[in-house]
């Protein structure tokens, strides 16, 4: 386990459709946070867990977005009834609370295209 | 909305030049970090700088952080074309929860 993993790199989906997207963090991480970026802009917070308990949920987690973390884990990330203005990449970083000196490790991203 | 603001908000340079970053930032924090991300990838974390500490180095790069300004600044030393990415602040604030991100700064290296 070399890094964070986000599946699918790529997504393309008809508006009012369902998408889920999915994060596996490093495994000795017990934080998993989720961000959107849109083109241009830097990574906008949505919500956070430690071990599998969401701590933490921005007022741009609409009641169309959910996310959990059964068991600590992995995270899913779902998106009920897409929008257009849902169109961004979602970027899934994990870390480890009280490390010294660390920082966030991020994914590579899933990009969403609400067409 | 975002805490930290990047200037300048793109930087063209020539290779073996420096360039310089600033980050300014509007409530108090734990720590303060710099990211890079190359297009279309996630983010990769560059230094940490935490709110007692004035200055850190890190192979050629630099970081200076001033909490009465509330402002940090990013040197990157005889930079290379492979150094062309977005660069981004992040801010630890002092409820140690998550990271607030700046809008970036966009650096382009010419060979």
């Known amino acids: 386990d070399t890094g964070v993993s986000q599946d699918p790199r790529h997504k393309i989906t008809k508006r009012g459709q369902n998408v889920t997207f999915r994060c596996d963090p490093i495994?000795?991480?017990?934080?998993l946070y989720w961000y959107r970026q849109t083109l241009g802009q830097g990574p906008e917070f949505l919500t956070y867990?430690?071990?599998?308990?969401?701590?933490?949920k921005s007022r741009l987690l609409s009641d169309r977005f959910s996310a959990e973390r059964p068991k600590g884990s992995f995270s899913t990330l779902e998106i009920q009834r897409t929008e257009q203005g849902d169109s961004a990449m979602y970027l899934c970083?994990?870390?480890?609370?009280?490390?010294?000196?660390?920082?966030?490790?991020f994914g590579s991203g899933t990009r969403l295209t609400v067409v | 909305s975002q805490q930290g603001e990047e200037d300048p908000q793109a930087l063209s340079i020539q290779e073996g030049e420096n360039a310089t970053m600033n980050c300014s930032y509007k409530?108090?924090?734990?720590?303060l970090q710099w990211y890079r991300q190359n297009s279309g990838r996630g983010l990769v974390h560059l230094i940490l700088?935490?709110?007692?500490?004035r200055e850190k180095h890190s192979g050629r790069l630099r970081v200076t952080l001033d909490t009465s300004k509330k402002s940090s600044s990013l040197l990157i030393t005889a930079s290379r074309a492979a150094d062309t990415a977005s660069y981004f602040c992040?801010?630890?604030?002092?409820?140690?929860?998550?990271?607030?991100f700046g809008e970036g700064t966009q650096l382009t290296v010419n060979p």
């Open positions: 867990f430690q071990n599998e308990a969401q701590l933490e």
């Open positions: 495994s000795e991480h017990n934080r």
């Open positions: 992040a801010t630890d604030g002092t409820s140690g929860s998550r990271l607030t």
């Open positions: 700088i935490r709110s007692n500490e």
């Open positions: 409530t108090s924090i734990n720590n």
């Open positions: 970083a994990s870390s480890f609370t009280g490390t010294a000196g660390g920082g966030y490790t």
